[in-house]
Structure formats: structure tokens, C-alpha cells
């Protein structure tokens, strides 16, 4: 390997794109190719960097299968961060493969974490912990190591586990200023923000409070029976009934938790159940017929008593009646959600990530966007979608770690 090419990677390694490009702008071999592939990438041309290295791995020899699979990963981080969730997997872990069997424990490792990281992004947190049982850190380069730790803490956030989060979140920062990447700091930081962000809304007796994730989880720890509005499940401490199947039944649960410890009037659960604006005696007795099923299905943690008005909901024992909301609740909730991490997504991806048609979600990408609520970027396949920026600062990708053949 000459030394401009050398000098490119561990310019890119350290951050610094522009001087990788000074030294292999002007060249096209293979090697060059997918040096400056990764320093558009940095730069924020995802188009550009995306040609460039598959003309890179097209560039590369039969015999150089390692130099190959090193721009599959790269492209596999570019559709990563451009949320290009339909980005073939297979390629990632053929390529993987390939880097663990020649010995390049560095970018198979590196490889291993963007398969998480994907993973957390559409919600597949079981496979995502047992990829992450098999990946040993311990090669990573500074960079690298931020990352996967910010996809640790990510899981623990998920699962709720705050204490593991925070120390990962902190192994994160300290190899951050390791690698003294500015952009990467950033992100780190960012992430440690999220724990004390509001997370949800906590109802209970007439009243609402904003909750972090900490006072979440020392919630649901508690003897505390949670109607959880994020996940439509019931809980109580390790006892866990969910709803999502049975949506009426879990409206009735919410109402009737509201309430607790009064009574929630008939019309009140007619309206929220059944969307019923004027209540026949065919809406009464589904009513009953629901109400009763409810009984049954909350039958180890509370029981439902008729009143002159309506339904009470009594909890067995002692302790309170609460609901866990989302923070917010407006229509799209969830899509803005997503959206609000700041990248740009494509619509298929959003529907990977929902779980549900893509000409659903471009219907509602389209509502929010005549409510000036998200804004979109490029056309046809090329199109993204984010949040209103707050203020112009570009996305940087961080790559780390030489692409280039030995």
C-alpha cells in the first residue's frame, strides 16, 4: 500500500475527511475509491459515497475478498444512517463472514454492531441482545467502541434498565474523547440526554405528570397496578397481562383506570370503547358483555363493580391505580417519534420499522406534512423524510477504521 493511501485512512480514522480527500481526490484506483467513498460519507454525500464504493468493491480484485467486504460494510453503515432499512442483511453478514474468517477481527466486529444497531431501529430487541452476547468489543478502536456502547445503553433503554444504560452511556463518552471526534462526542451526549427527557405521562386520580425513564422504571417495579398506554398491557410488579390484541378491552382498562378511585360513567365508556355518540340498548349491552370480559381477564390484579353511573375498578390489595401515557398522543404519534431522532427516513423504512404498509405511512406522512409537522428531501426512491430542523446542522458519518486492502 503506497503512502497516500495509508495517510487518507488514518486521516479518516481520525475524523478527518477533508484531508483524506486532499490526498486521493484525484485518484480512481480501487483503494482510493473507497477511501473517498467513506470521506463523502463523512462529509454527508451519501449518494456520492454509495457510488463510490461499490464502484470500490467492482474495482477490487477476485483475490481481494477482504477489501471487498470492507465496502459492503461501509455501504451497509451508509444505509444505515440514511435509514435504508430494505438494505439487504444477507450481504452484511456474508461480508462479516468474511472479515472473521481472514482474520480482520477489527471491521467484523465493527460489522457485528451495524447489525445491532439495525436490529434497534426496527424494534427486534431479543436478537438484537443475543447478536450482542456474541460480539467481543475488546478489538474496537476508540470510535467503534463509542458506538457499539451507545447501542448498549440503547437496549438497556429499551428494556428499561436504567443503572446499565448510564454505565454504558458513560464507557461511550470516554472512548468518545479517545477518539477525539467532535461529531461523535455529540452523539454521545445527545444519548445521555435522552435519559432524563421526559418519557411518558403518568394519569392517575384526575391529574398528569411528565416522568423520566428513571421514575418509570421505579414505577413498574413497584406494587403499583400500571394500565401501560405505551405497550397496551396491565402490569403489577412482575405480573404482566397484555391488550394489544384486545384493544376495546384495553380502552375500557384505561377509562376505568383514569377514574380509580371513583367510578367512570357509562357514557364516558361508551364514547371511548365504542365511539358512540348517542348509545342505543344494543351499545348498553355490548357494553356489559365487554365490561365482563374485562372482569375476567383483570381478575388477578382488581375487580370491576357496577355503580348507579357506571364501572369502578377496585385494586386486590393495597397500592394505586395509574396509567402510563406516551408523552404524547396526537395523531401519527409513534411516526413522529421515529422521525424525531433527527435523520432521514425513507417511507419503506418507516414501515419496516412500524410494522405496517407503506401506503399507510406515506398517508400520514403526507397529513403531517401539510401540517408543517415533518418536510421532506429529494424525489422518487430518493425521497426522505425528517422534522423541521431547528437549525442547519448537517449530519455527520462517522466510519471508522481503513477500508482499503493491507
Do not use: Y
Amino acid at each position: 500500500m503506497d503512502s497516500l493511501i495509508v495517510a487518507a485512512a488514518q486521516a479518516l480514522a481520525a475524523g478527518d475527511a477533508l484531508g483524506a480527500m486532499k490526498r486521493v481526490a484525484l485518484r480512481d484506483d480501487a483503494p482510493a475509491l473507497a477511501l473517498r467513498g467513506i470521506a463523502m460519507a463523512q462529509l454527508g454525500d451519501l449518494d456520492r459515497a454509495k457510488a463510490l464504493l461499490k464502484n470500490a468493491a467492482r474495482a477490487f480484485g477476485p483475490r481481494e475478498t477482504v477489501a471487498r467486504a470492507r465496502c459492503i460494510v461501509a455501504q451497509a453503515e451508509i444505509a444505515l444512517v440514511s435509514r435504508d432499512l430494505g438494505w439487504p442483511e444477507k450481504a452484511l453478514e456474508t461480508a462479516r463472514a468474511v472479515l472473521d474468517k481472514h482474520g480482520d477481527r477489527i471491521n467484523a466486529a465493527h460489522a457485528r454492531n451495524l447489525q445491532i444497531r439495525r436490529l434497534l431501529l426496527v424494534g427486534h430487541l431479543d436478537e438484537a441482545e443475543r447478536l450482542l452476547a456474541k460480539l467481543d468489543p475488546s478489538p474496537l478502536p476508540p470510535a467503534a467502541r463509542a458506538s457499539h456502547e451507545l447501542a448498549v445503553a440503547g437496549i438497556a433503554i429499551r428494556r428499561l434498565r436504567t443503572e446499565p444504560a448510564r454505565a454504558a452511556l458513560a464507557r461511550a463518552a470516554e472512548a468518545a474523547r479517545r477518539a477525539d471526534i467532535a461529531a461523535l462526542d455529540v452523539e454521545v451526549r445527545n444519548a445521555a440526554r435522552a435519559l432524563d427527557a421526559p418519557a411518558a405521562r403518568l394519569i392517575a386520580g384526575g391529574t398528569e405528570r411528565l416522568l423520566s425513564l428513571g421514575e418509570v422504571e421505579a414505577l413498574l417495579s413497584s406494587g403499583t397496578l400500571v394500565v401501560d398506554a405505551c405497550r397496551n398491557v396491565v402490569r403489577r410488579g412482575s405480573e404482566v397481562l397484555s391488550l394489544a390484541s384486545r384493544p376495546v378491552l384495553f380502552v375500557l382498562a384505561r377509562v376505568l383506570a383514569e377514574a380509580a378511585p371513583a367510578d367512570a360513567p357509562r357514557a364516558l365508556l361508551l364514547s371511548r370503547a365504542f365511539r358512540a355518540r348517542h348509545a342505543d340498548e344494543s351499545h348498553r349491552a355490548r357494553l356489559r358483555v365487554e365490561i365482563g370480559r374485562l372482569r375476567a381477564a383483570l381478575e388477578p390484579f382488581a375487580d370491576i363493580d357496577a355503580t348507579p353511573q357506571g364501572f369502578v375498578l377496585t385494586l386486590r390489595g393495597k397500592g394505586d391505580i395509574v396509567v402510563l401515557a406516551p408523552p404524547m398522543e396526537t395523531e401519527h404519534a409513534f411516526l413522529l417519534a421515529l422521525l424525531a431522532d433527527g435523520e432521514a427516513w425513507s417511507s419503506s423504512a418507516l414501515a419496516i420499522a412500524l410494522a405496517t404498509s407503506p401506503r399507510t405511512v406515506q398517508r400520514a406522512l403526507d397529513a403531517l406534512a401539510a401540517a408543517g409537522k415533518v418536510q421532506s428531501v429529494g424525489n422518487g426512491r430518493a425521497r426522505r423524510w425528517m422534522m423541521p430542523p431547528v437549525v442547519g446542522f448537517p449530519t455527520t458519518l462517522l466510519l471508522p477504521g481503513p477500508l482499503p486492502s493491507d
